[in-house]
């Protein structure tokens, strides 16, 4: 596919290329062009650019189009993002730290248990995939730098454990699929065909991945939920079944924007207690986020509308914000595409302010377009592990976790 942009940083022997524009929080790529450097192939799950991507009527949509138009609306956004993921990795490096693959692995496949849209994307494959991979390690890269220099004995660290135990405690949790839709005639269709046998569960939440119904495609195949979490409508629907049954509809909400779904239950999972030895090292690093997270909040911790995570925010953006004014004043970062002119005078900025400003936030996010998975005090989400997620919530489904 033809190269849209370049972003040539330094010292890294090769060019940085735009594959894909960062979108929400837990960052989706769309890809934009053929070559990449950020792990798997996105030309070969992108396709070619004459290839077909909708029709409308008779006027087919090509991926051309497509890609032209995310180049001009996410172009400057999502080569920042590119740039800083660069600049994290680079700092992560000569600081004698690395990300590991088991580690992105461990953080991903915690995120999948909690929320199905996370399992569904990794399964898919494809430059989505590519894109979860990256935010995560770029994620935890931050950690790590924001982390380097906290220090914790094995007596604080079980101190803070025993009064966080809740934290990591296990609740009862069920693995169950869902089949979720916007209409009820929909819904008793599915349950027919089940009943019937005519198709299977898996069958249904293929087709419903494909279906012109804008919560279809968060039904999922199998997903890991805390039993505490579900409306009590479907806990109790859930409550009658043995594994490999499935509930009648269950309605979520009120009309107009009520969800219909049909659950089926793969298993029961019993409550289990958090072991401080099995899980000391994600514990050092929970307890060492909490710390940059309340250095960084200061007085505004004991706000009482102090949200945890607002200190972490801070902290990675303070920290992406010296890294590319240090990448400005050594020239490092050199943008040679005049489309995008605004992040190249970014850097310029930052490379011409007086000692002691940092560059300026520019099109990406502080964090590259993935927040720190920071501890949080009690009742938030550990680092690693997304907040409960999968069951759909009355007047909507299921949302990402951030």
């Known amino acids: 596919m033809k190269k849209v942009m370049k972003g040539k940083i330094r010292g890294q022997g090769k060019g940085l290329w735009l594959t894909g524009a960062l979108l929400t929080g837990i960052i989706i790529a769309v890809p934009l062009s053929g070559c990449g450097n950020s792990g798997g192939s996105a030309a070969g799950a992108a396709g070619n650019p004459s290839d077909t991507v909708a029709t409308v ?89 924001l982390t380097k220099d906290i220090k914790v004995t094995d007596q604080q660290l079980q101190t803070w454990f025993n009064k966080n135990r809740a934290r990591y405690d296990q609740p009862q949790r069920v693995k169950i699929g869902f089949l979720v839709t916007s209409t009820k005639v929909r819904a008793d269709t599915m349950a027919q065909q089940l009943k019937s046998q005519s198709k299977t569960f898996k069958q249904l939440v293929d087709e419903q991945a494909k279906a012109n119904d804008p919560v279809a495609g968060r039904s999922v195949e199998e997903t890991e939920i805390p039993m505490a979490s579900l409306p009590p409508n479907m806990k109790s629907a859930l409550a009658k079944l043995k594994p490999n049954e499935v509930t009648p509809v269950i309605t979520i909400g009120s009309p107009p924007r009520a969800l219909y779904l049909i659950a089926h239950l793969v298993a029961n999972e019993p409550s289990q207690k958090a072991d401080f030895n099995q899980m000391k090292t994600r514990l050092e690093q929970d307890y060492k986020l909490e710390q940059v997270m309340m250095r960084s909040a200061g007085s505004a911790a004991g706000n009482p509308n102090f949200q945890p995570q607002q200190g972490l925010q801070q902290a990675a953006g303070d920290l992406l914000s010296q890294l590319r004014t240090d990448a400005a004043k050594g020239k490092q970062v050199q943008v040679s595409d005049p489309n995008f002119e605004a992040v190249s005078k970014n850097f310029e900025a930052a490379a011409n302010a007086p000692s002691g400003l940092t560059a300026p936030g520019g099109a990406g996010s502080a964090t590259g377009g993935v927040a720190p998975s920071g501890a949080a005090p009690s009742g938030a989400a550990p680092s690693g592990a997304a907040p409960a997620a999968g069951a759909p919530k009355a007047g909507g489904a299921a949302k990402p976790g951030g």
């Open 57 to 145: 009527g008779s006027q087919a949509i090509k991926r051309n189009e497509l890609d032209t138009y995310l180049e001009t609306v996410y172009g400057e956004t999502a080569l920042q993002q590119i740039i800083d993921y660069e600049l994290v990795m680079q700092k992560l490096k000569a600081s004698g730290l690395d990300v590991t693959d088991d580690e992105v692995n461990k953080a991903i496949d915690d995120q999948s248990k909690q929320n199905p849209q996370v399992a569904a994307m990794m399964k898919a494959g494809g430059p989505r995939k590519d894109a979860m991979v990256r935010g995560t390690r770029n994620q935890l890269a931050i950690d790590k730098l």
